[in-house]
């Protein structure tokens, strides 16, 4: 499995980027997709997930309402629009797999890990 994000830049606050995770290396029908994000100094923190094939999708706190997990199937790609950003929002933006259908937030449940885009809001 590999994952490819990107997306990621410079914005002012209040503004929104879109980014993208493309996923190749087998079909991902039983996987949950997720995007996790790490600030320097910080630990890893949870955004959001979706469950393939199905569509459901769970949220941390921090992002309710601003931010929106989706996925093309016939791309095979996951996105992260994330709108209302905020300072707080700066960190590498990491997208990952998970082979199990159950939706979690923990980072250590999931597989596979893409490189990270960066996303910088300035104020």
């Known amino acids: 499995v590999q994952l490819q994000a990107s997306g990621g830049g410079l914005v002012q606050a209040g503004g929104s980027l879109r980014l993208s995770c493309a996923a190749s290396?087998?079909?991902?029908?039983?996987?949950?997709m997720g995007w996790f994000r790490q600030a320097p100094g910080k630990e890893r923190e949870f955004v959001a997930s979706i469950i393939w094939s199905r569509g459901g999708t769970y949220y941390g706190d921090s992002v309710k309402g601003r931010f929106t997990i989706s996925r093309d199937k016939a791309e095979n790609t996951v996105f992260l629009q994330t709108n209302s950003l905020t300072p707080e929002d700066t960190a590498v933006y990491y997208c990952a797999a998970r082979r199990l259908s159950t939706l979690t937030m923990r980072p250590k449940d999931y597989e596979y890990w893409g490189q990270g885009t960066l996303v910088t809001v300035s104020s």
């Open positions: 290396g087998r079909t991902f029908e039983s996987y949950v």
